[in-house]
Structure formats: structure tokens, C-alpha cells
């Protein structure tokens, strides 16, 4: 264990790097302008900015791997950056747009998504010395932060009107919020590198995703992220009832 911390410190290089860190001064300054937007009741603005910092922070960790220009200043700048574009601006961005006449109980729920994304950041740093893992534990702090966007920008664009019931998203807020903290295992999509050779036939069905995405971006965005939630509950369920259905077998044997 001291040799694998002691060959990741070698690894991380003292100093900034320009480019990595670019990306992430890109995604708090989404972040920020997302909070401005919000507080100046453009929602559907402060949406856009945060899924476009979605973008931004998947960008700057595989540029600073690819480039060889990984730092423990980057580490740290990142987790900061995303509880600004991710913890912040999403909780405000709900509070403002829907949770406001509800007063306490909703300012609380924000704060409590803000709260649960920082231990959600706290806990991945933390854990960052261990075996590098397919999963990840709890609900990734982007895609619970581009649940709230993709839900405003839906909500928005097919005139959804739950403004009668307000509890609806406040649910919702404690979900994502529990999410983040809980021990669910979610797919890390790490083996999916961009900056790899990929075949003919994948480039196409990577153009053929993205064109289907831009002809109803409210809807199928607000879906994939939705389903993406939604695995990690239902695929522990599973896992469950498998590992249930081999004890029940190994016990049946023994019998």
C-alpha cells in the first residue's frame, strides 16, 4: 500500500499545468455564471451553463491524463471547482426556480444537496489512493447536478407545470441528495477514453447518437440522465436478489 501511494505521488508533478486547468477555471465559471443566472430568474440559462460545465469537468482530467500534466494542485482545483458548478449552482438553480415559496423546507433541501455534494466530493478524494474501480461509489456529483438542469430545461421547454406541487421536486432534491452519499455502485465509464483510436463503424454511431440528441436535446437528455440515476437503485436490486438466489442455492445443495 505505501509503495502504491508513494508511485501516485511520483506521478502527480509539483506546479500548474495551463491546459487541464483551463478546462477547470471554464467549468467554475459556468458554475458562477449558472448561480448569476439563477438569482436573475433566467433558469433555463443557468441549465445550459451547468450541463455545459458537465462538459468542461469530463474534459479536464482525461486532457491532463492524455497530456501527461496530472498535478495534485489540478486534484484539488477540480473538487473545488465542481462543489461551485455542481453543489452550488444546481441547489440554487432549484431553490430559485421552484423550492423559493416554500420557505425553510426548501432552502433546507438546498442546502442539503450542497452539503451531501461536498461529502460526496470529500469521500472520492479521500478514496482516491485505492484500487482504481469500474464504479463509483454513490451517485456522481456532474450527474446529479445535470439531473436538476435537464429537469428545469424540461420542465421549460414541454410547459410541465408542478409548481402546484412543489413537494415533487423537493423529493426529488432529498433523492439525489441520498443518492450521493449512499453506497450505491454506478458505472464509471472510464474505459470509454476519447482520446483513443476508435473504429469507423463507432465513429458513426457516435455521430448518429449525437444527431438524435440534437433533434429533442429537453427530452432525451432529461431521459438518458434519468435512466443513468435510475441504474444504479435498480441494478443493487439485482445484485441482491442474485446473491439472495445463490445462498438459497448453496443452502438447498447442502440439504
Known amino acids: 500500500m505505501d509503495e502504491h501511494k508513494q508511485s501516485r505521488k511520483d506521478k502527480l508533478r509539483r506546479g500548474i499545468y495551463i491546459l487541464p486547468n483551463a478546462f477547470t477555471s471554464l467549468n467554475i465559471f459556468c458554475g458562477f455564471f449558472a448561480i448569476i443566472a439563477a438569482i436573475g430568474d433566467r433558469f433555463e440559462s443557468a441549465a445550459i451553463a451547468i450541463l455545459v460545465a458537465v462538459i468542461f469537468d469530463s474534459l479536464d482530467g482525461k486532457i491532463a491524463r492524455v497530456t501527461h500534466t496530472t498535478s495534485q494542485f489540478g486534484i484539488e482545483y477540480d473538487s473545488l471547482s465542481d462543489l461551485v458548478s455542481f453543489g452550488l449552482a444546481p441547489s440554487l438553480l432549484m431553490y430559485m426556480w421552484v423550492l423559493k415559496p416554500m420557505g425553510r423546507i426548501g432552502w433546507l433541501a438546498a442546502f442539503l444537496f450542497t452539503t ?77 477514453e476519447l482520446f483513443q483510436k476508435m473504429s469507423f463503424n463507432n465513429l458513426v454511431k457516435f455521430i448518429l447518437v449525437f444527431i438524435v440528441i440534437a433533434q429533442k436535446p429537453q427530452l432525451l437528455l432529461f431521459c438518458i440522465i434519468l435512466l443513468y440515476i435510475a441504474s444504479g437503485p435498480v441494478m443493487s436490486v439485482f445484485a441482491m436478489v442474485k446473491a439472495w438466489h445463490e445462498k438459497k442455492t448453496i443452502k438447498t445443495h447442502k440439504l
Do not use: W
Not at 126 to 151: K, Q, R, V, Y
Not at 169 to 188: C, D, N, P
Open 116 to 192: 451531501c455534494g461536498a461529502l460526496r466530493l470529500a469521500r472520492f478524494n479521500a478514496m482516491a489512493d485505492e484500487t482504481p474501480s469500474a464504479h463509483f461509489t454513490g451517485l456522481p456529483i456532474p450527474a446529479a447536478a445535470a439531473m436538476n438542469a435537464t429537469t428545469v430545461l424540461f420542465c421549460t421547454k414541454y410547459s410541465i407545470t408542478f409548481f402546484e406541487m412543489p413537494v415533487v421536486f423537493l423529493v426529488g432534491l432529498y433523492a439525489l441528495s441520498f443518492l450521493m452519499v449512499s453506497t450505491i455502485k454506478y458505472e464509471s465509464f472510464k474505459k470509454a
